[in-house]
């Protein structure tokens, strides 16, 4: 697989106004987090299915990363598809396949170093194999 | 406070190719779900300094929004601070709160009907009352 190129890039966040009318940006807080959200096309449903087989590849992803584990849950859908989502105190990471689609939706949210999420990100993409992707990042707060 | 405008927007996802050079747009599979991703900011901190007053608002969102709870996990961080996620039949719902910054970092993921998305999301405004917010859509899928 070729190296991934994650690039900083801006999204253009809707600002609204509600009850005061006052906007807060531009805003002198540095972002909290970096928020990578994805979503995975072809991946083989073999590896999307069940919990027994997505639960191992989550785990060792957060620990490959160095991502703190607070708490986990996974969910298994019938008859397949899982929902998982690994509470960090980075924040969090969460997935939802779609084996009928070959489909991840992939949310990667971490306070701290945003190496940490890249590098959680690349594993995902080399443990999944999608035919392709698209992802963005954000950065949060 | 005024109505809250929540309206469709598109979000430039990056397509970005791996291995085998296919991209997979124009996709022909219609979006997933939505997901909202909003900061809240100028939150008062006695509203989200503490898992007791957090999760009682989070749980009361999700059902008035006619979403279905399948499991929650709320994390106290020390002084202050909470991590909240739940994990949804239709996707999920997370928000990690900040009380020395007055902010809200939240996400309402669902798959199937929008309007349950954004019912929640005009709930969270009401009930956290932010100073101002920001927001976007994303197409999921």
């Given at each position: ?73 996974y969910h298994q859908f ?64």
């Amino acid at each position: 697989m070729k190296a991934l190129q994650v690039m900083p890039q801006m999204v253009p966040f809707r600002t609204t106004s509600p009850a005061n009318g006052k906007h807060r940006f531009p805003r002198e807080m540095p972002p909290v987090g970096l928020h990578i959200i994805a979503e995975l096309y072809g991946v083989d449903p073999a590896l999307i299915s069940y919990v027994k087989d997505v639960e191992p590849v989550v785990e060792s992803i957060v620990e490959e990363a160095g991502l703190t584990r607070l708490q986990s849950y996974y969910h298994q859908f019938h008859p397949h598809g899982v929902t998982g989502i690994v509470l960090l105190a980075e924040s969090h990471v969460s997935l939802h396949t779609w084996p009928e689609h070959g489909l991840v939706n992939l949310d990667i949210f971490t306070c701290g170093d945003p190496a940490q999420a890249q590098k959680a990100f690349e594993l995902f993409l080399e443990r999944f194999r999608p035919a392709s992707y698209r992802h963005l990042q954000l950065e949060r707060g």
